[in-house]
T-cell receptor
Framework: KAGVTQTPRYLIKTRGQQVTLSCSPI?????VSWYQQTPGQGLQFLFEYFSETQRNKGNFPGRFSGRQFSNSRSEMNVSTLELGDSALYLC??????????????FGEGSRLTVL | AQSVTQLDSHVSVSEGTPVLLRCNYSSSYSPSLFWYVQHPNKGLQLLLKYTSAATLVKGINGFEAEFKKSETSFHLTKPSAHMSDAAEYFC?????????FGAGTRLTVKP
């Protein structure tokens, strides 16, 4: 069974640009959640989608958005990039919503560098 | 609001000796608690979880953790460290749609 796939793995952008990251969950998983990992702030929850609906959202500005498609694949978008958005963005999938009631399966992340 | 505190940012042990990674949580309610491990350039992998069943939880790779409500702790232990255990470990609390990660503990295993 294929794991969670995140693309691209690495990318470099400049301030003011926007970026879209993609996450393909494990087959059969309907919940996808996103996390930001930085040396300063650690791991922070961004949002969770289940059956194409945003179920939960962390404390991030509106520049961070996401969506989920009918095949459960998810994308997150960051607009008007700032230097502080440089981070490893992790995606996780699970069978059910309210993910920690079940196990989260993480991808290897997309490392974004903003110059 | 709940919070998770990992008491050590870095722990170094010798191969074959016990491992103790400490985690304290703060929550108005009894949260679900988890330990995840992250190897370099990899995503997180679930080691074990506590969801109000048995207070002593056994996980993968010989790890276990004990939930102590009176101490609001959920420390991770392993009797004998292996070189392959070297990684970053995260304690996570979840309650009422609120998910909080600890800052992480980097475990170094010396030969």
């Amino acid at each position: 069974k294929a794991g969670v796939t995140q693309t691209p793995r690495y990318l470099i952008k400049t301030r003011g640009q926007q970026v879209t990251l993609s996450c393909s969950p494990i087959s059969g998983h309907r919940s996808v959640s996103w996390y930001q990992q930085t040396p300063g702030q650690g791991l922070q929850f961004l949002f969770e989608y289940f059956s194409e609906t945003q179920r939960n959202k962390g404390n991030f500005p509106g520049r961070f958005s996401g969506r989920q498609f009918s095949n459960s694949r998810s994308e997150m978008n960051v607009s008007t990039l700032e230097l502080g958005d440089s981070a490893l963005y992790l995606c996780a999938s699970s069978l059910v919503a309210g993910a920690p009631t079940g196990e989260l399966f993480f991808g290897e992340g997309s490392r974004l560098t903003v110059l | 609001a709940q919070s998770v505190t990992q008491l050590d940012s870095h722990v170094s042990v010798s191969e074959g000796t016990p491992v103790l990674l400490r985690c304290n949580y703060s929550s108005s309610y009894s949260p679900s608690l988890f330990w995840y491990v992250q190897h370099p350039n990899k995503g997180l992998q679930l080691l074990l979880k506590y969801t109000s069943a048995a207070t002593l939880v056994k996980g993968i790779n010989g790890f276990e953790a004990e939930f102590k409500k009176s101490e609001t702790s959920f420390h991770l232990t392993k009797p004998s460290a292996h070189m392959s255990d070297a990684a970053e470990y995260f304690c996570v609390a979840y309650n009422n749609n609120d998910m909080r990660f600890g800052a992480g503990t980097r475990l170094t295993v010396k030969p």
